[in-house]
């Protein structure tokens, strides 16, 4: 119970900028006690904007605040220290536990590290950790946060540290690498990698923000339009009881029905707006936690650490489809129907009746989106897409930033990867495919496929059954000796028309839309498919022909 009150004690007594015992206490207005020196160098960093803050709570002081030791303070400090120099032995808490970083120096019973060191690859307690301090040799040495992972920066095959980064492999490796299997490859040093993908990674973080505050807009707005929809329908349901009161007998039955019927579509187009609203809120609480993860890849320290974390960072999903609302239009038509019986109901009365219940059920908030229809239109859905090399086939060559695959007879030496297709020459796209997206493909030679297709779809099995085309997880259109034909779950369609050169493919995931075109002077369409498609979708190429390539093609967004 002693030490812990310790415990208690040293934390009171702590200062928030060294997270050490306070040296020369003083105390800000808003009642935070720091090291003379520690709030000093604080504000001297904020000389320039003449406004100095509370590093705790943020409170601001104009002028800069004139600060004076406080004695009580300092006395009960000492007071302190003397307590614990009667310590015979380090505190429980002091001691390294399962979930903590040990200190490699330390020998029995091991303390907590404080920092690990990217030079030395050990992690240090407090008292092993002072030669880098007043050693002068340990200057360049670069501490860090304790880690666990400092041996994930040594190369398995020379046992060094590893400072280069292989851009053409796409892995970090030592300078032993460099004299070796590495030789001639494109290289940088590790901390210059870190800064191209940090600035990568901010421009990532940057379109999430973006997007996050995109979808915080369509919150918002369709929560307007359930009011909206609420309002009309209330209006409607009002205006139709006035209307069939005058009916008397005559309409109370019918006055009823249109009551229940409106009420029921307005629960209904108000559950579809609340179902849109729901999914957008998860895609934001979603883009908020990549954020997060983003930034916590950010703020490593280490260059390596970062690069390990960076290579395993998940695509980023793509956005859901913009909303489209059509100007306000809800149950007037009901209104106006119902007007139109009151005058005429004992002449046609089950004429109007249908009337009524047709313009109920046709109450929709969100437009329907047409499948474009001029290349133009098509060419506004453009997406950008890249080839995934963990997917290629050995005998694929990537090239041209991994847009274009050839065939080659000689064996591409890609790692090991349980994506890689095994059996037939294919290659996915890198990223999942959005909601609503159009891209184009070019190729020469012959014996080539276009395809889409699920992400579980097989990689290493027979033709039959991870060939684009030959499965129910994939679509793809095959085009060979001057001929081109459609192929799904192994049944293959014919095409009309020409040979194309280059092809166009179009995709509606909500709508289950995927039609693939032939593109010259303009588009002909060469097969289309109606389905629901339950999970994420990826582009694939693929050719059997030995220099033959086919390629995505960039295209200027219109």
Known sequence: MAQKGVQLDRETFFCSICLDLLKDPVATSCGHSYCMNCIQTHWDGEDEKKIYSCPQCRKTFTPRPVLLKNTMLADLVEELKKTEELQAAPADHCYAGAEDVACDVCTGRKLKALKSCLVCLVSYCDQHLQPHYNSSVFEKHKLVEPSKNL?????????????????????????????????????????????????????????????????????????????????????????????????????????????????????????????????????????????????????????????????????????????????????????????????????????????????????????????????????????????????????????????????????????????RFTRAKQVLSRESLPGRCYWEVEWDGRGIHVAVACKDISRAGSSDECGFGRNDKSWAIKCDCNYITFWHNNVEYSTPGLYPWKAGVYLDHSAGILSFYSISKTMRLLHRVQTTFTQPLYAGLGTYWYGTSVWIKQTEVI
């Open 151 to 419: 041996q994930e920066n040594i190369c398995s095959h020379h046992d060094e540290v590893m400072k280069i980064f292989c851009r053409t492999d796409q892995q970090c490796i030592c300078y032993l690498c460099l004299m070796d299997e590495h030789k001639g490859h494109d290289t940088v040093s590790a901390a210059a990698e870190r800064t191209e993908r940090q600035k990568e990674l901010e421009v990532s973080q940057q379109n999430i923000q973006q997007r996050i505050q995109d979808r915080e807009k369509d919150v918002k707005l369709l929560q307007q339009e359930v009011e909206a929809i609420n309002r009309s329908a209330d209006k409607v349901v009002e205006d139709s009881e006035k209307i069939f009161t005058e009916l008397i007998r005559l309409m109370e039955k019918r006055s009823s029905d249109v009551k229940q019927q409106v009420r029921f579509q307005q629960e209904t187009e108000v559950s579809r707006v609340i179902e849109v609203q729901e999914k957008l809120e998860q895609e934001i609480t979603e883009l908020k936690r990549k954020d997060a993860e983003m930034k916590n890849i950010s703020d490593t320290e280490d260059h390596i650490q970062f690069l390990h974390n960076y290579s395993s960072l998940s695509p980023l999903s793509e956005s859901t489809s913009s909303i489209d609302i059509r100007p306000l239009c809800y149950f007037e038509d009901v209104t106006a129907a119902v007007s139109e019986a009151r005058d005429t109901i004992q002449e046609i009365l089950s004429e109007i009746w249908n009337n009524i219940s047709l313009a109920v059920t046709e109450v929709d908030f969100l437009l329907s989106q047409p499948e474009p229809e001029t290349r133009d239109d098509f060419l506004k859905f453009l997406c950008e897409i890249t080839l995934d090399p963990n997917t290629a086939h050995q005998e694929l060559l990537l090239s041209e930033g991994n847009r274009k695959a050839t065939s080659v007879k000689k064996l591409q030496f890609y790692p090991s990867h349980p994506d």
